[in-house]
């Protein structure tokens, strides 16, 4: 101490500067490491419509969205019946030479997006259709435009870019070949072949 009281006043400051530095200078702790989520049901040969119940994980490719359920009255009906036309996730419609999602197409697609949680294994392409009105390259590009509202939405939501891929069959492939207001709104649309 003595050795201390006879020393320079900005030697004193070197010191306690080198000392605060030392103090500080230690790398920075990783993060603590969690548990890895249970891994995702075995796929069966039918329709799983089952949702997790537990809370929703905000890994990667899903965020929780607010006063949503995880378990709504609603989803096997709706998923029973788009199983049918080949997809477990339902068809979201458009209004005529419009890629403009409807209140309806939203609510549809935030119910993918809880399906599509629970299933992570899960890779979808999102197909634009048309009808059959208007020239084939004018199709092509609303078709490509109408997947691609969809995979805004749904990445909006939270679920993966790398999950998600999109084609436009423009009016190549209608769903109704009927030259009506019924069959053309079939048409427009937006489906969802799912694959693993």
């Given at each position: ?16 500067a080198c000392l605060s530095l030392a103090a500080c200078g230690g790398k920075k702790r990783p993060p603590a490491l969690t548990a890895a989520p249970p891994p995702p049901p075995p ?85 634009g259709h048309c009808d059959q009105r208007g020239t084939t390259e004018y199709n092509l590009a609303l078709g490509e435009q109408r997947a691609r509202a969809v995979w805004d939405y ?43």
């Amino acid at each position: 101490m003595s050795l201390l009281r006879h020393r320079h006043p900005a030697s004193l400051l070197v010191l306690a500067a080198c000392l605060s530095l030392a103090a500080c200078g230690g790398k920075k702790r990783p993060p603590a490491l969690t548990a890895a989520p249970p891994p995702p049901p075995p796929a069966g040969s039918g329709l799983d419509d089952t949702l997790p119940t537990q809370p929703i994980d905000e890994g990667p490719d899903v965020v929780a969205m607010e006063g949503e359920s995880a378990a709504g009255s609603d989803l096997e009906s709706d998923y029973a019946s788009a199983y049918e036309q080949g997809s477990p996730l339902a068809d979201v419609q458009f209004a005529y030479d419009s890629s403009a999602l409807t209140e309806a197409a939203r609510a549809t697609l935030e119910k993918h997006a809880l399906w599509l949680q629970g299933r992570r294994d899960v890779r979808v392409t999102i197909e634009g259709h048309c009808d059959q009105r208007g020239t084939t390259e004018y199709n092509l590009a609303l078709g490509e435009q109408r997947a691609r509202a969809v995979w805004d939405y749904l990445v909006g939501l939270g679920v993966a870019p790398e999950r998600l891929r999109t084609v436009s069959y423009g009016k190549e492939q209608p769903l109704d070949p009927s030259e009506n207001e019924a069959a053309y709104a079939k048409n427009r649309r937006a489906h969802f072949s799912v694959s693993q």
